[in-house]
């Protein structure tokens, strides 16, 4: 497969390979991301999605490969100057402080976006925080915590951690947002919730992956799926192309269903 530049693709994975030991997690993946879409990357447990989402925001070094974001190549580049550059990632178990306060959590990154993280002094946030704070307000009402944003991280749901995570995410604008699993451990009516809010999220054309094992969320929300089964991409499409795909069947779905 040839690498062609191509002006609507944000994120560019081009075979892509990560070995541990003996062991390979991804194998020769070429994942393409356009700007703007819905794309969900999906398959069985040990696939290798958490690890391409690892090589993709510079967590872990790829074996072979490359990744571009914007027609950026990202090799050598920290996970901190790759989130400078626009990108954030929900992980898999909620990263939060969990003795702040929601709004306190969400400060940190409205003002490290605002001032760059380096320049991060937390006593700016007495002196001048007002417009910080009224910000990070706005994005807890975004995400529907505004009525517990005076309480501490610990207290929460863990359906909530997971939505205050989202809105951690949200304050550093990012171009792109990567979702390992966001609707994990969520009750029914907090799946639906976060559906609901991924979609409000699109309206304003923010880019995402999304590594989810709910399929409802999958085809739900997706514009295009990427199956990774051991490592490899085994199938791509529309949610309608990937559901009839037979290797998609056997593969996963069939897993799924028992
Ligand atoms: N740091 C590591 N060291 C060694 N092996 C690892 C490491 N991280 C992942 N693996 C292995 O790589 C494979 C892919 O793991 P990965 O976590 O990417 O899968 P996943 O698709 O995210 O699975 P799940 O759906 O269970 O989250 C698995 O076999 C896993 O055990
Ligand atoms: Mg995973």
């Known amino acids: 497969m040839s690498q062609e530049p191509m002006s609507d693709v944000m994120l560019d994975c081009y075979q892509v390979s990560k070995n541990f030991g003996g062991l390979q997690a991804l194998d020769n993946v070429s994942f393409r991301v356009k700007e703007g879409t819905i794309h969900s ?11 391409l989402l690892n090589v993709i925001t510079g967590m872990i070094t790829p ?16 996970p ?7 990108m954030a990632k929900v992980f898999q178990t909620p990263a939060i402080f969990p003795e702040m306060t929601l709004l306190q959590n969400v400060c940190i990154p409205a003002l490290a976006a605002r ?32 009525g517990v944003m005076h309480k501490e991280a610990r207290f929460l749901s863990r359906g909530d951690k997971r939505r205050l995570e989202l809105a951690i995410c949200l304050a550093h604008r990012p171009k792109i947002l990567l979702l390992d699993e966001p609707t994990a ?22 880019t995402k992956v999304i590594v989810e094992h709910d399929m409802n969320v999958v085809f739900a929300l997706s514009d295009t799926i990427t199956v990774l089964a051991q490592g490899a991409v085994i199938a791509e499409g529309t949610p309608d192309e990937v559901k009839g795909n037979p290797k998609v069947i056997e593969a996963y779905l069939g897993e799924e269903q028992e």
């Open 41 to 51: 990357l999906i398959g069985p447990n040990g696939a290798g999605k958490t690890t």
């Open 63 to 78: 074996t072979k490969g490359s990744v571009s974001f914007n027609g950026k190549p990202l090799g050598n580049i920290s």
């Open 80 to 86: 901190h100057e790759i989130n400078q550059l626009g």
């Open 115 to 146: 001032d760059g993280a380096f320049k991060l002094n937390m006593f700016q946030l007495l002196s001048k925080g007002g417009q910080i704070e009224s910000f990070a307000e706005e994005t807890l009402v975004e995400v529907g915590l505004q």
């Open 185 to 206: 451990g969520m009750a029914r009516h907090e799946t639906e919730q976060t559906i609901e809010l991924l979609r409000e999220i699109s309206k304003r054309g923010m």
